[in-house]
């Protein structure tokens, strides 16, 4: 069960991974290389990052294990969305829209364009 | 050595039940991105990640042996021990802000030492002691990011004083403070209440210490490093006081807690006991029959019940 937004805001790079999955499943590195994408490459997942996040998510229900093989002799373990991973995603973007739906009306008030 | 090979050694920071389940496909990971990196062998900043990470896995796991609140009551009890023990090295061995009203005159800073303190180990203490700071605010990450600082400058004192020719802490209270600090690690501070309440009374007991210790013309910091038994009683009392609250808010699930915290204290008498004379050998006998006498008191209460109410299943404390 999420319980994250009600005692602190998702950090980033779960953020990005979370948003990475809502396309589909995905594996280890392609996880790293969507979310350097995703974030315009400013955030480069290392690998023990991307595991302590991807051990955290599980244990909370947001993701799930989806399947191992074997690519050109690397071992590959994909990971889905879950429902709860999902409505987690979906209130985080809600509370970042409309936090940023203010910057910018103050932004425009003050004359920068945004 | 292969980039591959490097990777698996780095992977050994992680618990061996974490590789089981992850270590493949983390090093797929790895060799996908040395790869497209054109990298032959582990970045510093990927090593430092992989160590940080394996060693977190393995604290996690090793706490996550014990109950939720069980590791929250270590951590309160752990961070109220660090905050005792901090200020009563700054007061009564780094920093003695009041004139010693007694024969002896106050102890000087070793040549070279950065500020009024006594050693290099004065500067790192008081830097510590914004740790519990954080920690009443209600910054409990933030103060977690200052373990992650304080911690490693705590252990690595003995090796920077050998290097630069000045004087550190006794090794005993390095080594208490490290260990206060890593159980404080166990758990999240969270309640931050119960810790204010706590924090409260252990600053209260160690400043009316060095209040008394004022009034009587005494200068206690030489006996801090090298003297008798007060540090021993002053350290004992805010303990016994945090784990008297403690007891009266959290009850059953502090049996492991006070095992964990009670050893490390004792380990500090213990070491004092070896170190110095039999002064320390009592005071460390009577800490100890203290702490079990109280460890033992969640579990009478729970058999007091069992036998009134005739149920033989209810929970074990």
Request: glycine content about 10%; proline content about 6%; some cysteine.
């Amino acid at each position: 069960m999420y319980t994250g937004s009600m005692t602190e805001a998702m950090r980033e790079p779960t953020y990005l991974i979370l948003t990475a999955m809502a396309a589909g499943r995905q594996h280890g590195y392609g996880l790293v290389q969507e979310v350097a994408e995703l974030s315009g490459g400013r955030v480069r997942l290392r690998a023990g990052t991307l595991y302590g996040a991807l051990d955290r998510l599980t244990a909370e229900g947001l993701i799930a294990a989806d399947g191992e093989e074997v690519v050109a002799g690397r071992f590959r373990r994909s990971y889905v969305l879950s429902e709860d991973g999902a409505r987690a995603l979906a209130v985080e973007t809600a509370q970042r829209r409309a936090t940023a739906g203010v910057a910018v009306r103050r932004l425009r008030a003050l004359g920068v364009q945004v | 050595m292969s980039a591959e090979r490097a990777y698996r050694r780095l992977l050994l920071t992680y618990p061996k039940r974490w590789r089981e389940v992850h270590g493949e496909e983390a090093l797929s990971v790895l060799m996908d991105a040395a790869e497209a990196r054109e990298r032959h062998r582990p970045s510093a900043a990927d090593a430092a990640d992989l160590l940080g990470h394996g060693l977190l896995a393995r604290l996690a796991l090793a706490t996550g042996r014990l109950d939720a609140r069980a590791r929250e009551t270590a951590a309160v009890l752990a961070m109220a021990s660090l905050t005792a023990l901090l200020l009563l090295t700054l007061l009564m061995g780094e920093w003695w802000p009041w004139p010693a009203g007694g024969p002896d005159a106050p102890l000087a800073s070793w040549p070279g030492t950065p500020g009024p303190f006594h050693t290099l180990g004065g500067p790192v203490v008081a830097a510590a002691i914004g740790v519990p700071v954080l920690v009443l605010l209600g910054r409990p990450r933030a103060a977690r990011a200052g373990l992650a600082i304080v911690l490693p400058a705590l252990a690595l004192l003995p090796a920077a004083t050998a290097v630069l020719d000045l004087r550190r802490p006794a090794l005993w209270t390095l080594a208490a403070l490290v260990a206060f600090g890593l159980l404080s690690l166990a758990a999240p501070v969270r309640h931050r209440g119960r810790f204010a309440g706590l924090a409260a009374m252990l600053s209260a007991a160690v400043l009316l210490a060095v209040w008394s210790g004022t009034a009587a013309g005494y200068d206690p910091r030489s006996d801090f490093y090298y003297g008798n038994a007060l540090l021993p009683v002053l350290a004992t009392g805010p303990y016994a006081v945090a784990l008297a609250a403690a007891f009266a808010a959290g009850r059953r699930a502090l049996l492991a807690p006070v095992v964990l915290v009670g050893a490390c204290w004792l380990g500090l008498f213990a070491a004092r006991a070896w170190h110095g004379d039999g002064t320390y050998a009592v005071v460390s006998l009577v800490g100890a029959a203290m702490l079990a006498s109280l460890a033992l008191i969640p579990t009478a209460r729970v058999r007091f019940r069992l036998v009134v109410a005739g149920n033989e299943t209810a929970p074990r404390p």
